[in-house]
């Protein structure tokens, strides 16, 4: 059993095919970039993915559910960060974390385990205590990945969750999360920068609503740059 | 069952927590209805004749006839106001937090109502009681009944809010939201006179303000105020609430797309 499996996706905005015959499956504990030009379909895919928008066409299933026909069991399995910021900054981390936990139905002692644990997962154990205003914008986005945790989900989604970071701040979290990875959570990764992506990761291609390839990065750079063969792929659009 | 109470408790603790941070938003919603009650009403005071009605027993002065609209007022502002937070301000990826939260979204939805009404009440009550400091005190057991009667119209009221935030973007700003919700439902209503002195200049004034939602939740208001129960208005703003939050939720269903018709990419 995978933990995210899209077949044959297709969403449009009105006449505006956004995405068409989408279909791949992420390997279980692997970090997986969803790479593709801004406008290739990713934040569609993201918001169908965690259903704030419902597509009649193909099918999702998380972690072996159904999202259509149980999509409270199949969210339960998601964690998500999205690519704007969802913070209350004059709350504290730990109440931010608390908030997000009893949406899940977790409180108590068991959310602040929870919360802890999430937390020093990706080093952000010490700022617990501290206003959500007052952290820079690389610290903020780590609460916000380990928020996305605290409910143990097997996959995570991040819609491109370094723009607007100063190049060391991005470092941090692409290191991070690599490391979730590796401890076994599946990761799935939206983004426009090839170098966030390492060679051992999978890398979807995303162009115009389609999948161009679906393979390991090193297998589909085959020692080339992996920007170059990008910028092949889709035309030159929007890539740095 | 705890679950979705730890849900809804953490969404109305989020909110009022939001609420004391943001002090000039409760001075606001303060300021505006005792400016009505202080200025409006006291120059209105000599113009206006307010034969006795029910619920009032004896001659009242027009301070303390539109006292009861001013808290719908009050309630009115509250409920636009969290509806277009959530519409401009980053309350929107608050929203999609909530959404993905593996509740199901009515009970999330209209614990987000919950959370805005639990706001309004403070609000109200802290208004009653700056008026009461003004000499406008109403009887005691008045104070406690107008709680559930704050609770269904401001649920009411939020919910239309909730709906004009998922279906209407031609809205850009508070400003249309003011000039095309707020001011029309506010005067075509029973707040600043009763029904038969509007029917003295028209009946289809009078027609309207009868039928606006509105103005059920403003007599509910009034006569829970006095210790009495308008089961008519409470029947109607019921309805009205049912016809909202059924259509609101529609409008944040996602096989119709809360943000699809706003936002692609």
């Given at each position: 059993?995978?933990?995210l499996?899209?077949k ?5 905005y009105?006449?505006?095919?956004a ?9 279980p504990g ?7 030009p801004?406008?290739?379909?990713k ?9 704030l ?15 259509a026909?149980?999509p ?8 998500v ?5 969802t913070l ?26 929870r ?6 997962q990706l ?10 205003r ?17 409910h143990?989900?097997e ?5 491109e ?10 470092q941090a979290?692409?290191?991070?999360v690599?490391?979730?990875?590796e ?10 920068l ?7 990761d999978?890398?979807v291609?995303l ?8 393979r390991?990065a090193?297998?589909?750079r ?19 | ?14 909110e ?13 919603a303060?300021?505006?209805?005792l400016?009505w009650l202080?200025?409006?009403?006291a ?13 009032y027993?004896?001659y009242i002065?027009?301070e ?6 001013l808290?719908?007022m009050?309630q009115?502002?509250n409920?636009?106001?969290?509806s277009l ?5 980053q ?28 706001v ?22 008045g ?6 009667a ?5 649920l009411?009221l ?18 249309g939201?003011?000039?095309?919700v ?6 075509l ?8 002195k509007?029917a003295e ?10 039928w ?17 129960l ?14 909202f ?11 119709y797309?809360?943000?699809r ?5």
């Amino acid at each position: 059993m995978t933990a995210l499996e899209i077949k044959d996706l297709g969403y449009s905005y009105g006449a505006k095919r956004a995405l068409d015959g989408v279909s791949f499956a992420l390997r279980p504990g692997k970090f997986t970039a969803l790479l593709g030009p801004n406008g290739a379909g990713k934040s569609t895919l993201f918001a169908l993915l965690t259903r704030l928008f419902v597509s009649r066409e193909g099918r999702i299933s998380v972690a072996g559910h159904d999202l259509a026909r149980e999509p409270r069991a199949a969210l339960s399995k998601i964690g998500v960060v999205f690519q704007q910021p969802t913070l209350d900054l004059d709350m504290s981390v730990m109440r931010n974390m608390r908030y997000f936990a009893a949406l899940h139905g977790i409180s108590g002692r068991d959310a602040d385990a929870r919360s802890e644990r999430a937390l020093a997962q990706l080093g952000m154990a010490e700022r617990a205590g501290e206003k959500v205003r007052d952290l820079n914008g690389g610290h903020r986005r780590r609460m916000e990945i380990a928020r996305a945790l605290i409910h143990e989900p097997e996959v995570l989604l991040l819609d491109e969750p370094t723009v607007g970071l100063d190049f060391k701040s991005r470092q941090a979290i692409v290191e991070h999360v690599h490391g979730l990875a590796e401890r076994g959570l599946t990761v799935f990764w939206a983004t426009h920068l090839v170098d966030e992506i390492r060679d051992y990761d999978d890398v979807v291609v995303l162009h115009r609503g389609r999948v161009l390839a679906h393979r390991a990065a090193a297998k589909l750079r085959e020692g080339r740059p992996l920007a170059e063969v990008f910028i092949e792929m889709t035309g030159g659009e929007d890539v740095r | 069952m705890t679950l979705y109470l730890t849900a809804m408790l953490a969404i109305i603790r989020r909110e009022a927590l939001r609420f004391i941070h943001q002090r000039s938003r409760f001075l606001a919603a303060l300021v505006r209805p005792l400016v009505w009650l202080v200025v409006f009403a006291a120059g209105f005071r000599a113009a206006l004749g307010l034969s006795i009605i029910p619920p009032y027993q004896t001659y009242i002065t027009y301070e303390v006839y539109i006292v009861p609209g001013l808290c719908g007022m009050i309630q009115l502002f509250n409920g636009m106001q969290s509806s277009l937070s959530l519409v401009y301000d980053q309350e929107m990826g608050s929203m999609r937090l909530l959404l993905t939260s593996p509740l199901p979204r009515w009970w999330l939805l209209f614990s987000k109502l919950l959370a805005g009404v639990a706001v309004s009440i403070l609000q109200v009550y802290v208004f009653l009681a700056i008026a009461a400091g003004f000499g406008i005190v109403l009887p005691l057991a008045g104070y406690a009944l107008v709680l559930p009667a704050l609770l269904v119209s401001g649920l009411m009221l939020g919910a239309l809010g909730l709906l004009i935030s998922s279906t209407i973007r031609q809205l850009e700003n508070f400003a249309g939201v003011m000039n095309f919700v707020i001011f029309p439902m506010f005067f075509l209503s029973t707040a600043l006179y009763p029904l038969w002195k509007m029917a003295e200049s028209s009946t289809l004034l009078r027609d309207i303000c009868a039928w606006n939602p509105f103005t059920h939740a403003v007599e509910l208001i009034r006569f829970a105020l006095y210790a009495e129960l308008n089961g008519w208005s409470l029947l109607w703003v019921c309805l009205s609430f049912a016809l909202f939050f059924a259509m609101a939720l529609v409008g944040y269903d996602p096989s119709y797309g809360m943000t699809r018709r706003r936002k692609g990419g």
